[in-house]
């Protein structure tokens, strides 16, 4: 089959490799009709996470047709057509009981190597490093399904693959970073980075009773969109612009009642704090750019809510926690707990609340992923999400 492979730091590659097998009696095997580039992959890309080998295939959303499933796969069967969450669980530990599935203590086969670094593992995830887990990813033509008995989500409708295919990961992470951020009706809510992730926190933060949502980046194309959804938006690379003085002349000086850091540990910043992570960054003398963290934690009023879906990975410096100690406020984060959100999602979409595929704006094949890696990467293009037809011939 063809998939798309880690092929070491900004260098990615579509190769012919292997078909995925069974291994397990609760594998199904998953021929893939959809995929897509994350966000995420692309810390991958640019070699922010570590444990990553040649070779790796990448990919951690997806959907397709079950073409195979183990002897001990009970609710699937051949031709079903379901969306595949990016976290594995296995649905019995203490975790998965307590719906905490992201923290699955059964799924990581290599979680001595994050308890290594971090102290603790969380589940297995698809395409994203060996220390979590090393499965094959899913941008590829098949991938195995590790315990098929309680990911993945069947689609008995007639929907599109592109109707439901960020159920997977993006549409799910926006609405917990959204439910993490504990949204009070008439609540105002400021949303650093308007990409697919923050897209879906602002409309989902909209659907849990904001009033008012400030949207902060600045792509011109990702901001058209944040204002189609109602957000007002701060483009914080205009000239003179301060995002926290923006933030406190739209809130009356008090700060909004709730932040969401959709961007994680590559931030960028103009100011002097962002030549100081990348200066400490390429001297591995810090791991994340966490410039949008500490500007959060600085706006969020007093007793406030920092929610954090955007991916950190290791040592973060000059974060100002004393602030956030000061002003008492409440610090929600994590991968998301997918399987809570998945079926109530795909209910608001089967009642036409919304449609997720309105953040597309590439469709390209296995063939062309390498290069839309650089593309989005360098944010070119006006990209917004890409969707990759494993099946479709790039000379089409």
Same mark, same amino acid.
């Given at each position: ?159 599109? $693959? ?114 100081? $992570? ?110 990759? $037809? ?7």
């Amino acid at each position: 089959m063809k998939a798309v492979c880690w092929m070491g730091k900004s260098k990615v590659e579509t190769l012919t490799v292997a078909d995925p097998k069974l291994l397990n009696p609760h594998d199904a095997i998953i021929k893939i009709t959809k995929t897509a580039i994350c966000g995420s992959d692309l810390h991958l890309y640019d070699g922010f996470i570590p444990t990553m080998e040649s070779g790796d295939i990448l990919g951690h959303e997806f959907m397709g047709v079950v073409e195979e499933v183990g002897k001990e796969v009970t609710n699937l069967r051949r031709g079903d057509r379901v969306v595949i969450p990016f976290t594995i669980a296995c649905g019995n530990c203490l975790f998965c009981k307590k719906k905490i599935w992201a923290a699955c203590d059964n799924s990581n086969p290599n979680a001595h190597l994050m308890e290594a670094a971090y102290g603790y593992s969380g589940s297995g995830l698809f395409g994203y490093s060996h220390m979590m887990g090393g499965y094959a990813g899913g941008q590829a033509q098949y991938a195995r399904v590790p315990f098929a008995n309680v990911g993945p989500l069947k689609i008995e409708s007639d929907l599109p $693959d592109e109707k439901v295919l960020f159920l997977s990961d993006i549409f799910p992470t926006g609405y917990m970073a959204a439910e993490n951020a504990q949204i009070q009706s008439g609540d105002t809510v400021a949303v650093w980075g308007c990409g697919p992730v923050g897209q879906f926190a602002i409309a989902s933060a909209f659907m849990l009773g904001a009033a008012r949502v400030i949207a902060i980046d600045r792509l011109p194309e990702r901001l058209e969109m944040a204002r189609s959804l109602g957000a007002i938006t701060v483009d914080y690379s205009e000239e003179d612009v301060s995002v926290l003085t923006a933030l406190k002349d739209l809130t009356g000086g008090i700060g909004p009642d709730a932040c969401i850091d959709a961007v994680g540990l590559e931030a960028h910043s103009a100011q002097l704090q962002g030549t100081y $992570d990348k200066v400490k960054v390429a001297l591995m003398m810090e791991t994340d750019r966490p410039s949008v963290l500490r500007q959060a934690i600085q706006a969020v009023r007093k007793g406030g809510t920092l929610s954090v879906p955007g991916v950190y990975g290791g040592l973060l410096d000059k974060v100002p926690f004393g602030a956030a100690f000061g002003k008492g406020i409440t610090m929600k984060m994590g991968q998301t707990n997918m399987h809570n959100y998945m079926k109530p999602l795909l209910e608001r979409i089967e009642k036409g609340q919304i449609d997720p595929s309105y953040i597309i704006s590439h469709r390209i094949t296995l063939e062309q992923a390498p290069e839309m890696y650089k593309v989005w990467r360098d944010k070119k293009e006006n990209v917004t999400k890409i969707v990759i $037809d494993p099946w479709a011939n790039a000379a089409a």
